[in-house]
């Protein structure tokens, strides 16, 4: 009998190969960014290619409270709009509900010189704690205080200085950055992180009216301007590489062809070689991957790291992949301590993983086997579609609220491209 999706249910069954065009929206991890970054600068700010996802919703939320407002003036289309009148806090309702809302933290101390940010929590794959945002901070004149659950930062204003990051954090890169655009004197950050959506956030903030050098290298000078030198701008919000690569993973292991319009091959490099040698044949067009998919994957050892290396937010749609292809794999995770909970539920499909520590070694099978399995974040929810796609027969899964954190219409965009899926 067939399943019946619940309101928070997927149904995913296996038609084989998919055909035809996906468009990829923006990226998450850069759109609630640049929101945040509109914290620096009075006036109307207008972001485009703005992904329809819960996250925006949420930072939206959060920048209203915080006193900028904003409403969709078209398709993808964003405005915000800073008058100047800000209330610097970030309150655990809000904060608890989305890992970027530190991103916050650094707009709102150089602009306001105080801040009370309710600390953010973990996520399902572990801890993350945010020492290095606060010895970056500190470093620039900021003083932090913890009583509550609530961060209180002060500074009446941040200097610039010379910073070394031990890892090249994402997060902790865009809050130094930020923070220094409006510091007095010259911020260095040594090992920053390189990400696209850094630069995009970087690219941004020079438009706004930043002096930044070094944008996409791992050596960022930042040289203070004044408030009155910051204007609103209208920004294009890079294309998501992970939503690209979900495609990618679905061609894999459903077979056919796909064009993916808008997905920006540079930005991915090192991933598409792994696919490449999985099987999959991948050509370049004009701001588009054209990709066909072999008879069945081959195994390929593969080790995530910083970019420009493989994201670990690609791991899992890449251990998915690995559990269908012709081989054995060894996946191995450097940046988080634990992030294989969704192995569980793809060992209920009947894939072949086994995990120790950081390592999954994967055998894999044919095919997968329908059953009921739970998204337990935005990554693993989008890899648990695609295994539904390797799967013969119906695989519901729950926890779906986590996917629309991140991906916009994930559903309707692979139905459109032959594959039976459905959401109530
Ligand atoms: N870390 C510390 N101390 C810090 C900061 C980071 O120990 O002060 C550790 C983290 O605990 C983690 C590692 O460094 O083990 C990487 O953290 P990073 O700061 O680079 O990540 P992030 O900014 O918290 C962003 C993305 C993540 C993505 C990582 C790595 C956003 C909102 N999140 O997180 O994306 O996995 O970079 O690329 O941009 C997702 O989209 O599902 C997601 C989790």
């Known amino acids: ?109 150089t602009r306001c010189g105080r801040v009370r940010l309710s600390m953010p929590g973990g996520d399902d794959f572990g801890a993350r704690p945010i020492d290095m945002h606060i010895a970056g901070l500190e470093a620039m004149g900021a003083t932090f205080k913890f009583s509550h659950g609530d961060l209180e930062a002060t500074a009446d204003r941040l200097h610039g200085a010379d910073i070394t990051f031990g890892f090249p954090s994402v997060g902790a890169t865009e809050n130094i950055v930020t923070a220094a655009v409006l510091a007095d004197g010259v911020t260095t950050i040594d090992n920053a992180a390189r990400e696209p959506e850094v630069v995009d956030l970087c690219e941004m903030l020079v438009a706004m009216g930043a002096d930044i050098a070094g944008v996409g290298s791992s050596r960022l000078v930042v040289t203070g301007v004044e408030r009155d030198a910051l204007c609103a701008v209208e920004h294009r919000t890079v294309p998501d590489r992970i939503q690209a690569a979900t495609y990618l993973a679905a061609l894999g292991v459903s077979g056919g062809c796909l064009t993916i319009r808008d997905a920006r091959a540079e930005h991915m490099s090192n ?113 648990m579609v695609v295994a539904g796609l390797a799967a013969e027969g119906e695989t519901v899964i729950t926890g779906v609220h986590h996917i629309d954190r991140g991906y916009d219409d994930l559903v309707g965009r692979l139905n459109n491209v032959g594959a039976s899926i459905e959401r109530a």
Do not use: C, W
Request: proline share 7%; hydrophobic share 45%.
């Open 1 to 109: 009998m067939a399943a019946v999706a619940g309101p928070d249910q997927i149904v995913v069954r296996r038609v084989g190969e998919l055909h035809g065009t996906v468009d990829v929206p923006g990226a998450k991890n850069s759109v609630l960014k640049l929101m945040a970054a509109t914290l620096l600068a009075d006036g109307r700010h207008t972001l485009t290619n703005v992904p329809a996802i819960v996250d925006v919703s949420i930072m939206a939320e959060l920048l209203a409270a915080i006193g900028v407002p904003s409403s969709s003036d078209g398709p993808g289309r964003l405005v915000l709009t800073n008058d100047g009148d800000l209330v610097p806090v970030a309150p655990y309702e809000l904060v608890e509900r989305i890992r970027a809302s530190i991103n916050v933290l650094g707009p709102l101390l």
């Open 271 to 383: 991933l598409l070689a792994r696919y490449t040698d999985m099987g999959l044949v991948i050509e370049q067009g004009d701001g588009e991957l054209q990709a066909v998919a072999p008879e069945r994957l081959r195994a390929i050892d593969v080790a995530t790291l910083p970019y420009p290396g493989v994201a670990t937010d690609y791991k899992p749609l890449v251990i998915t992949m690995l559990s269908v292809a012709d081989g054995v794999g060894i996946v191995t995770e450097n940046l988080y301590p634990g992030r294989f909970r969704y192995v569980e539920e793809l060992t209920r499909l009947g894939a072949d993983v086994r995990t120790n520590g950081h390592h999954a070694v994967v055998r894999g099978v044919p095919r997968l086997s329908g059953a009921p399995v739970r998204a337990h974040d935005i990554r693993a929810g989008a890899a």
